[in-house]
């Protein structure tokens, strides 16, 4: 039997990581000014390479590019006897699926109307907008426990 060693490839997505950071920020962002009776900027991924044009059909996708992630998988997946661990392909299609699902939303809440998309919003906002909240605490820490879980010193 021939000798296989596995190594974790896979690690936080770049994208990923900034996504999730600048949702929490701008959460953050909203609820304060909403509380306070003030406008709110609207949500635009433009620090992550997106002009902010909805016009930009193709330039929208750059805040959600999986590529960091897809390659990862696609390393974990194609040597025989030097594969990636089993926690590689839960790290890179968790990031792959949440991103896409951030597109998807991202794109569907343009079909809103106003007061509709506003009542379904701001409590979410809040909880979003928290240290502890889903895109720092919930997403990126449990991609970062399955890094943990599957290092080098470990089985799997």
Same mark, same amino acid.
């Given at each position: 039997?021939?000798?296989? %060693?596995? %190594? ?7 994208? $990923? ?8 920020? @701008? ?33 929208? *996708?750059?805040? $959600? ?14 040597? @025989? ?8 392909? =839960? =790290? ?13 939303? $991202?794109?569907? +809440? /343009?079909?809103? /109307? ?9 409590? +979410?906002?809040?909880? /979003?907008?928290?240290? *502890?909240?889903?895109? *720092? $605490? =919930? ?6 426990? =399955? ?7 470990? /089985?799997?």
């Amino acid at each position: 039997m021939p000798n296989v %060693t596995t %190594t974790r490839k896979s690690d936080i997505d770049p994208t $990923f990581e900034k996504q999730l950071t600048e949702m929490k920020d @701008q959460a953050k962002d909203d609820f304060e000014q909403r509380s306070e009776g003030k406008q709110v900027q609207w949500n635009m991924p433009k620090k992550l390479g997106w002009s902010g044009d909805l016009w930009d059909w193709e330039g929208m *996708k750059k805040p $959600f590019d999986r590529k960091f992630s897809n390659e990862k998988y696609e390393e974990a997946c194609k040597e @025989q006897m030097a594969p990636g661990r089993t926690g590689d392909l =839960i =790290i890179t299609t968790t990031q792959i699926g949440l991103l896409s699902t951030m597109e998807r939303a $991202f794109r569907a +809440r /343009h079909a809103y /109307h106003f007061p509709r998309g506003l009542a379904q919003n701001i409590s +979410r906002r809040k909880g /979003h907008g928290e240290d *502890k909240g889903t895109f *720092k $605490f =919930i997403m990126l820490d449990y991609v970062r426990s =399955i890094i943990k879980q599957t290092s080098e010193n470990q /089985h799997g």
